[in-house]
């Protein structure tokens, strides 16, 4: 491949190319037009690149109704939005999607708030005070009041026309929602099926009614697995009276399971929520410090143990070099059985017998794979000290047969422990997923060192006399 050839395939930093633009000397109408072939997310990563003065003669090229979509691509929107003068905030909140605009509006003081509210027109005002009714852990936070519903029974060509006339206000068209003349919700149709239907298909035939909802007073962490589920480009949100009321959009589904995950993350690191870069040093010390006391006592614990067994060691020094297997290992397996724990008990309706089977099903695959693993390290251990190390083959046979045995016990035990801490602590109302991580990994560490050193002890010193 020729140099011309590689500079072809190197794809161009629109953003740096949008900057550039802002900063040359083109008329307003020529850059105008040359901005529009730019996608919005590209203009708004050129956004970091530009002066106050530079943004502000970028703003008033876009207009309000196209900045607004821009400034949902970035995360720094709030920061940009404020730059603005009062009134032109307030237009651009009325462009902006309404979860957007109501993260944004919770950032200001009550006395910011209420001036931009009092600015809106009475429909905005009823769209997000509607949204902003709900708390945050409710999926109603997170719904937009974009989307296009129409009435069941109408022919093609009038459902075509309102569509056509909602259009105009809300871009969400790919799925559109059918309700009743009450306005429950009766299922959704695909815009294509919509465009090719036929004169005179009835509107039921080309109308999924097994269309996938939600309510808008669900717990997020109650249905983020049913959200994961679904394939959908929007789905519809309902009030307690089955009607509709707003819409998650592809974007807001990805997000809302990126914040899960992100969650997770943060627990499975010890950490009560996920922080962020700009938080206060004591909010990021109160959520880390009480568990990490915790992990200290149990810490200290394992360091008790361990000078419990200080003859042992003495008297077998060479043990000391396969500790820290044992307890990688056993750390391993219990953090992978707590990880699928964590995700069986998403189901509320979990019963006593299914939990139970669950215990026994990661006993006998931890037993499965301590079995294999036990075999493997027996192997190496033996061949590591008669081979490389010279020690007699009785003495090898014994030290690895030790380490194996305790390796399949401690593996077994941490199965048992990743499976049940989480239950019991589901069981007392606390977050299992806060039962993770380092925690469990001590805990298991803690099993390990009295399977380990307590075999070594009464196997190869008690019974062998070694």
Same mark, same amino acid.
């Given at each position: 491949m020729n140099d011309k050839d590689k500079t072809l395939q190197v794809r161009p930093d629109y953003a740096v190319e949008v900057s550039q633009l802002i900063k040359g000397t083109l008329s307003p109408k020529?850059?105008? =037009?040359?901005?529009?072939?730019?996608?919005?997310?590209?203009?708004?990563?050129?956004l970091k690149y530009l002066k106050s003065d530079e943004r502000f003669r970028l703003y008033s090229l876009l207009g309000l109704q196209l900045l607004s979509q821009v400034l949902a691509h970035t995360d720094d929107r709030n920061i940009y939005i404020d730059e603005l003068p009062l009134k032109k905030q307030e237009e651009i909140l009325h462009y902006l999607d309404s979860t957007l605009a109501i993260e944004y509006l919770k950032g200001l003081s009550k006395t910011e708030r209420n001036t931009l509210i009092d600015l809106m027109d009475e429909e905005r005002k009823t769209e997000l005070s509607l949204?902003?009714?709900?708390?945050?852990?409710?999926?109603?936070?997170?719904?937009?009041?974009?989307?296009?519903?129409?009435?069941? +029974?109408?022919?093609? =060509?009038?459902?075509?026309?309102? $569509?056509?006339?909602?259009?105009? =206000?809300?871009?969400?068209?790919?799925?559109?929602?059918?309700?009743?003349?009450?306005?429950?919700? =009766?299922?959704?149709i695909d815009l294509k099926d919509l465009i090719i239907a036929r004169k005179g298909t009835n509107l039921d035939e080309i109308?999924?009614?097994?269309?996938?909802?939600?309510?808008?007073?669900?717990?997020?962490?109650?249905?983020?697995?049913?959200?994961?589920?679904y394939r959908e480009d929007s789905i519809p949100v309902l009030n307690s009276d089955n009607k509709l009321c707003g819409a998650l959009t592809g974007q807001e589904l990805s997000q809302l399971i990126d914040d899960e995950m992100g969650d997770d993350y943060a627990k499975l690191a010890g950490l009560s929520a996920e922080e962020e870069l700009n938080?206060?040093?004591?909010?990021?010390?109160?959520?880390?410090?009480?568990?990490?006391?915790?992990l200290l006592a149990l810490g200290l614990g394992v360091s008790s143990v361990v000078g419990a067994f200080e003859s042992v060691v003495a008297q077998?020094?060479?043990?000391?070099?396969?500790?820290?297997?044992?307890?990688?290992?056993?750390?391993n397996v219990g953090t992978q059985s707590l990880a699928v724990t964590i995700r069986v008990l998403m189901d509320e309706k979990l019963s006593f017998k299914q939990k139970l089977l669950l215990? $026994?099903?990661?006993?006998?695959? +931890?037993?499965?794979?301590g079995f294999?693993?036990?075999?493997?390290?027996?192997?190496?251990?033996?061949?590591?000290?008669?081979?490389?190390? +010279?020690?007699?083959?009785?003495?090898?046979?014994?030290?690895?047969?030790?380490?194996?045995?305790?390796?399949?016990?401690?593996?077994?035990?941490?199965?048992?422990? +990743?499976?049940?801490v989480p239950l019991l602590f589901k069981n007392i109302n606390i977050d299992p997923a806060v039962a993770s991580g380092p925690l469990i990994t001590t805990i298991n560490d803690l099993v390990a060192i009295v399977t380990y050193y307590g075999l070594a002890w009464v196997l190869l010193i008690g019974v062998f006399n070694l």
């Open positions: 020529l850059m105008k =037009e040359k901005l529009l072939t730019y996608h919005e997310s590209d203009i708004a990563d050129a949204i902003n009714s709900f708390d945050e852990d409710e999926i109603g936070s997170r719904m937009t009041t974009n989307y296009i519903q129409i009435e069941e +029974g109408i022919s093609i =060509e009038k459902a075509m026309s309102s $569509l056509i006339a909602q259009a105009a =206000e809300n871009d969400n068209i790919s799925t559109i929602y059918v309700v009743d003349s009450d306005g429950l919700f =009766e299922g959704a109308t999924v009614t097994s269309y996938p909802y939600v309510y808008a007073t669900e717990l997020i962490d109650d249905c983020i697995e049913r959200l994961k589920d938080e206060p040093l004591k909010m990021s010390m109160k959520k880390r410090l009480p568990w990490l006391i915790i077998l020094t060479i043990i000391i070099s396969f500790q820290s297997l044992i307890l990688d290992m056993a750390g215990v $026994l099903k990661e006993i006998k695959i +931890g037993f499965a794979n294999l693993l036990s075999i493997i390290s027996l192997l190496i251990i033996f061949a590591y000290l008669f081979l490389l190390k +010279g020690q007699p083959i009785n003495y090898a046979i014994l030290y690895a047969s030790c380490a194996s045995i305790s390796l399949i016990i401690a593996i077994v035990l941490s199965s048992f422990t +990743g499976t049940v």
